[in-house]
């Protein structure tokens, strides 16, 4: 069976950002997954504290210097176990949440320990005032892009709370969430995060 964690990362629990999050895990309850939400704002979750910078091999979930009171480790390995993830964020000032941002940083440990989320197939929620949520999924999809996770196909989703699109939200939302589905199906098996091989002696003598 197919895991989907969705992650909201609203101060909200059951606000625009969570109506959003929902819409698209039950249409992957729906597709036959399993889901599970997480709310940021209920975890102890402090800002990454960049040891990466200074000691890179002790950069990892379960070596990180902030500590045993820190929620960290317990999140991470929810999304090491999940088959398929939904980042949902409010905007704030074109930009995701103070939260998701921390939570991107903090997922540094993963990207950093060998790409450990490549071929995940993400969604992404953005719930907006006015304008940004382009940019804040776009911040999120690049940022999760690198460290390997892939968007699925229409898996972006937004609303603006000024431009009443509730039903063409809740339609992308259900979309996404079947397709993440399927996504996470498709691309299992295959190492994602291996290195590549040597390039043949024939691109070599190209290359020069």
């Known amino acids: 069976m197919v895991r989907v964690l969705g992650i909201n ?27 599970e939400r997480v709310d940021l704002v209920r975890l102890q979750l ?3 504290a960049a040891n990466y910078s200074e000691d890179p091999p002790a950069c990892g979930p379960e070596t990180c210097v902030r500590g045993p009171f820190d ?13 398929a993830l939904v980042f949902a964020t409010p905007v704030y000032w074109f930009a995701p949440s103070a939260r ?3 939570l991107l940083e903090r997922m540094t440990s993963l990207e950093n320990k060998g790409l450990l989320l490549a071929g995940k197939p ?11 949520a382009a940019q804040a999924l ?4 690049v940022t999760l ?8 196909p229409a898996g972006l989703v937004y609303t603006h709370a000024r431009q009443n699109d509730t039903a063409e939200a809740l339609s992308d939302a259900r979309r996404a969430g079947r397709n993440l589905v399927e996504a996470a199906r498709r691309l299992r098996g295959y190492d994602w995060g291996a290195e ?7 691109w070599k003598a190209d290359a020069g």
Do not use: H
Request: proline residues 4%.
């Open 138 to 141: 776009a911040q999120l999809a």
């Open 9 to 35: 990362g609203s101060t909200r629990t059951n606000g625009r950002t969570a109506w959003l999050l929902e819409a698209v895990l039950e249409a992957a309850r729906e597709a036959g997954a399993r889901t």
């Open 122 to 132: 993400m969604a992404l929620a953005a719930a907006a005032e006015e304008d940004g």
């Open 145 to 152: 892009g690198f460290m390997g996770l892939a968007l699925a």
């Open 46 to 48: 402090p800002y990454c």
């Open 196 to 202: 590549p091989r040597e390039n043949p002696a024939e």
């Open 100 to 102: 998701m941002k921390t």
């Open 71 to 83: 929620d960290w480790g317990r999140l991470a390995q929810k999304i090491l176990e999940a088959d």
